[in-house]
């Protein structure tokens, strides 16, 4: 299955295929979760409206935190097998990952600020979210830091796949330290704690934000393939 | 019209009103929303920007490729 798509042309066939399904879907999603999100859905009794930047601060940290597992399969899928495809989604991957953790980061100050009081404050969750966006930083730079592509690829691999450590230490960082940040509300063994009302929209932007990531994955990795293929006609060109 | 969807419509219709009057924490709610608009809006246009520009130069650099051929 993993080799089918290593072949660049079989690739990119079925990504314009998948691509307008996953836009339109991820639209559907959208609207009707910022409607539900932000119109048809209940105030909290203690938060008040400010509950409201849940529906967007939390799928964004769970992307965060999903994008970055992607890119470190695919890193690891790309070292072993010398797939040129999955290097291409860990490279297509990383700026998606980044944004949704600044994201998660800003939204997160925007929410602590009338609830907690304060911006910022330097707990185990945050900080280790914030270790995660200069990750996928370094990531970034490492990978352009090189003049052969395939050394600073190799390289952020390599990176991706050691900061992968980091990865558990957010999901778990609220049980194993005393944090300002409330422990997990929704994905828990007994079940959620938020009512059936809040979770509606949430899931909803969840899967936006999800749809969101794989269609625009699709086209960063259409583009990236081109530009591969862009700079073999050229050494081509000049070598002849 | 059953009266519990009477009471949800008019829920939703004092939500929105609440909301888009920004009262209570309507300063935090909106800027998180335009922000997160603002920077997933922005990605989709740098992608398809960058995309429409590689997809131009391959296109020329592949017409440069078959004439090179053909004079050959």
Known sequence: MLHRFANPTRFLRLSRRVEPWALGLMLICMVS???????????????????RIMYIHVPAAWMALFCYTAMAAASAVSL???????????KATAPIGAAFT???????????KPMWGTWWVWDARLTSVLVLFFLYLGYMAL????????????SAAILSL????????IKFSVD?????????????MSGPTIHGDMLLPLFLMAGAFQLYYFWLVLVRMREALMAQRLRALRQRQAAA | MHP???KNRDDIVSNTDSIL??????AYVWPSYGIVTLVLVGLVVFSLRVLKNTRAELDRAEALRERDQDET
């Open chain 1, 33 to 51: 979760g910022l409607y539900f999100a932000l119109f048809a859905s209940p105030v909290d009794y203690q938060q008040g409206h400010t509950v």
């Open chain 1, 162 to 169: 050691v900061g992968f450590v980091n990865v558990p230490i």
């Open chain 1, 102 to 112: 600044f994201l998660a980061l800003v939204t997160g100050s925007l929410w602590g």
């Open chain 1, 80 to 90: 072993i097998w010398k797939h040129g495809v999955a290097d291409v989604a860990a």
């Open chain 2, 21 to 26: 009057s920004m009262t209570e924490h309507g």
């Open chain 2, 4 to 6: 519990h969807i009477k």
């Open chain 1, 143 to 154: 990978r352009s830091a090189f003049d052969d592509p395939a050394r600073g690829a190799k």
């Open chain 1, 176 to 188: 194993w330290w005393n944090t300002l940040h409330q422990p997990a509300s929704v994905m828990r």
